[in-house]
């Protein structure tokens, strides 16, 4: 059975958040250093169209 997400809206990371998880990942900063860098940024939403008709669906504003 196949399932597609039509639309996903979500908070998206900026490059600041792809390089603190790096610095994690790499053992340069723990994991209580990583949650209080991340607790305080501002992160934006992407927003996701899966399948043709979600697509069709949209309307400008």
Do not use: H, W
């Amino acid at each position: 059975m196949n399932s597609f997400i039509g639309a996903v809206i979500g908070p998206i990371a900026d490059d600041g958040v792809a390089l603190q998880i790096g610095l994690f990942k790499d053992g340069y900063i723990n994991l209580a250093t990583l949650a209080e860098t991340l607790k305080y940024r501002k992160l934006n939403n992407q927003y996701y169209f899966g399948t043709p008709k979600a697509i069709k669906l949209l309307r400008r504003l």
